[in-house]
Nanobody
Framework: VQLQASGGGLVQAGGSLRVSCAASGRTSSIYAVGWFRQAPGKEREFVAAINWFGGRTYYVDSVKGRFTISRDSAKNTVSLQMSSLKPEDTAVYYC??????????????????WGQGTLVTVSS
């Protein structure tokens, strides 16, 4: 499975941005796709995830109500719509996919495949 993240950029605080993750290869093995982020000098953190089958979603508390994760099964794409962005949302955003049918979806070690990351910068 290969993952290609796109859509990052520079946005003002309060603005919106959409990042997407396109999956290719053996996509039939994917059970969930997640987004993680890593800010400069900080550890990588979980942001959101979605089950490929059923569409159950998971969010870190800090983005609930502001970010929405969705999937397009026909296009093998998962998107993260980010609204009301804050400077603390600035980070490199990575998408990841897991072949595990069950899991917390919040732990990076559960994911088998990672994209290259896309930079999101929120200016104050």
């Amino acid at each position: 499975v290969q993952l290609q993240a796109s859509g990052g950029g520079l946005v003002q605080a309060g603005g919106s941005l959409r990042v997407s993750c396109a999956a290719s290869g053996r996509t039939s093995s994917i059970y969930a796709v997640g987004w993680f982020r890593q800010a400069p000098g900080k550890e990588r953190e979980f942001v959101a995830a979605i089950n490929w089958f059923g569409g159950r979603t998971y969010y870190v508390d800090s983005v609930k109500g502001r970010f929405t994760i969705s999937r397009d099964s026909a296009k093998n794409t998962v998107s993260l719509q980010m609204s009301s962005l804050k400077p603390e949302d600035t980070a490199v955003y990575y998408c990841a996919a897991t072949g595990r049918e069950f899991g917390s979806r919040r732990i990076g070690n559960e994911y088998d495949y990672w994209g290259q990351g896309t930079l999101v910068t929120v200016s104050s």
